[in-house]
């Protein structure tokens, strides 16, 4: 199958790229290097040394045999979304080309405008380009579980049946984010509805987890062939923040009560779910949701469990909530879909968290300790410029 | 109290605008003249000449000897809006500044983009200028009735009580609506939840049925103060079409079945509503929705109701749905809140189409029959150029 995985060169469109090479996937990678560029604007940067793209591709056609092509570009340039598409000729777009990062979309007006302005429009663009060149082009489109929010009932797949004053209909799932940019992927899961509905595109949206791990089989492969892995406060997730703090001797910063609870993932069953998500497509005119994560667990169990897994002491620090959230509620989300077609969780385990203990021992001299700590705090308009001590 | 009226130079801002100064409120308008620049690209106008946003103003004082200061300019230029809003010192912000035709939006991928990035951001800049310069300012944010779609379920307002497997939240309304216009709109109510829960905005987002009529008290008081009549088949709403293909002695033209059932607004009741929801401001922190239409009848029934009234013969054509849209649907909606502030509501009369026909009657010179017809397809990613016989 013909796969073109859009910001194919970020801490997961890399690993799915290889990975659906591997499985014998066409691919292709279309990234603007907008992540690269978040890190010379915020002074930091991965844990891990990554190489260029262009690095990255000639490095897996020497391991694998298999070519992956490139487009670097901007989905914000209408014209070179549709050449690329045109050119390409996929049979599935996989779509990571978003701004990731909940607290960098809070900095201040211009981030929020910018992240939803480039999620937004760049998803648009890629909708129109489908709509006009190819509607049987399944958009496997990456969303997050962060745009249900926290509701006090059970999180179904994208969709709830709701009976009201003795009638019944299937509505899209009532959705409540906690950041700008969370909102800018329920912004696009209603734009996608729509285009299945009135130009019968095929479109899987993926309400994600927070990832955490660093390695598939395919970065392990070769150093040059390994993901960013990001610790700092806007970019880095949570469970990679705690076993980089426990590794340096650190208190593990929980924020707030630490009872707020997250959906997670391990990042070999992202690369999976992609896989599974492509091979089987939406239907004509389906907006088909997947939750595509495993398990959840508060952030204090998720401290607890590296304190538990990590050799030597840990403590935990509770500092002030830098968000604005609420920290105690019902959490309980369906993940059967995923399962059903096949996907076999990698469930978070001692293993995982050793082996990314190894990997933070061999780069702790590149941390700057002063990143780890959340400098942007939801209650203000303006947290620029973020300063470190 | 002191009102910044966004879009003031509108179909309803400008009414709007007047009606609170009438009302002794100290009122400023901000406007992009945006929509009358839609005119010239589209090569359309109003049925009525319409004066100068500036000779409004200056006819408004000399008949009422009240002042509106007007900020020409753009919600997108944040330093514009910002020092605006700090000029101004508005307690109640009412928010008309958006591009709000479906038609327009569904031109093709400019046309939607420029949609939902002009209503987006445009109202992010208006939330940041609000959460850094003065929290306490009430935001009257106008949404649409369209955000909600046609679910099979009562339409309530803005929030609904969902009981699913056994536990209860009060959730957002479910929406899926049907153009890239209505999806700004709901874009911006999720963001402005989040604005009302992170930094306790007051905000009150008006759900408006499909606004008819042209007269107000104020804009009959001189014919320098009337507002713009758009007739259409982009820009025009849909009674206010059939009025005018009745004068002309064309055939109302409905879409598809007819049987498509919308609410609907007398111009008279959107001035006082706004009024009511200004003088009545929403708590701190609080995101209020009112459902801000009094009835709702099927496209044919309006149909009905115009050839009933006319004194003359009129046909109708059902012509080929250019939209998208369940035709048979439930529809019933909530729209108590505004009759509980004391909204007494104008219901669709004979004695408003018979003003509306006379309206119409003396300026059909002006009118370009083919502007009526649809010229823009739903089903098509683009629909460029508007061309007309």
């Known amino acids: 199958m013909r796969i073109l995985v859009l910001g194919g060169d970020g801490y997961l469109g890399w690993p799915t790229a290889m990975y659906l090479s591997g499985q014998g996937h066409d691919v292709g990678v279309l990234d603007n290097a907008a992540r690269r560029q978040y890190d ?3 002074g930091t940067g991965s844990l891990v040394p990554i ?3 262009q690095n990255r591709v000639q490095a897996w056609r020497e391991i694998s045999g298999k070519t992956i092509a490139i487009y670097p570009g901007d989905l914000l340039d209408a014209e070179f979304a549709y050449a690329t598409i045109r050119g390409f000729e996929p049979e599935a777009i996989v779509h990571f080309a978003e701004q990731r990062a909940a607290p960098y979309s809070m900095i201040d007006r211009k981030h929020a405008v910018y992240t ?3 999620n937004v429009i760049g998803t648009l663009n890629v909708m ?3 709509g006009e060149i190819n509607r049987d082009i399944h958009l496997v489109k990456l969303g997050t579980m962060g745009e249900y929010g926290t509701p006090n009932i059970d999180i179904e797949e994208g969709w709830l049946e709701v009976t009201h004053k003795g009638r019944t209909d299937r509505m899209l799932f009532p959705k409540r984010p906690g950041s700008f940019y969370h909102l800018s992927k329920v912004h696009d899961s209603h734009n996608l509805e729509f285009g299945c509905r009135i130009w019968g595109l095929r479109v899987t949206d993926l309400n994600q987890g927070i990832v955490y791990g660093q390695e598939t089989t ?3 492969l070769d150093e040059r062939l390994v993901t960013r892995f990001d610790y700092d406060a806007v970019f880095g997730t949570v469970l990679n923040r705690f076993a980089i703090q426990a590794v340096l001797g650190l208190p593990m910063s929980v924020y707030g009560g630490g009872t707020q609870t997250r959906a997670v993932i391990d990042i070999r069953d992202t690369v999976e779910c992609i896989r599974l998500a492509c091979e089987t497509p939406a239907g004509a005119g389906e907006f088909r949701v997947f939750n595509q994560a495993t398990e ?3 952030l204090a169990e998720m401290a607890k469990i590296v304190a538990n897994t990590f050799p030597g002491q840990v403590d935990v620090d509770f500092i002030d909530n830098p968000r604005v959230e609420v920290e105690n509620h019902h959490y309980s989300f369906v993940h059967t879909a995923l399962e059903g077609l096949g996907l076999k969780p990698h469930l978070l385990s001692d293993t995982l968290l050793t082996s990314l203990f190894g990997i933070i021992e061999k780069h702790q001299e590149r941390v700057d300790p002063a990143a780890l700590q959340p400098s942007i705090n ?6 620029l410029p973020v300063t470190r001590s």
């Open 128 to 130: 129109f380009a489908i």
């Open 218 to 220: 395919e970065t392990a």
């Open 40 to 42: 010379h604007e915020l």
């Open 296 to 298: 959840s667990f508060s």
């Open 51 to 53: 190489e260029t793209l």
């Open 116 to 118: 939803q302005t480039n």
């Open 378 to 383: 939801w209650r203000q308009t303006s947290n």
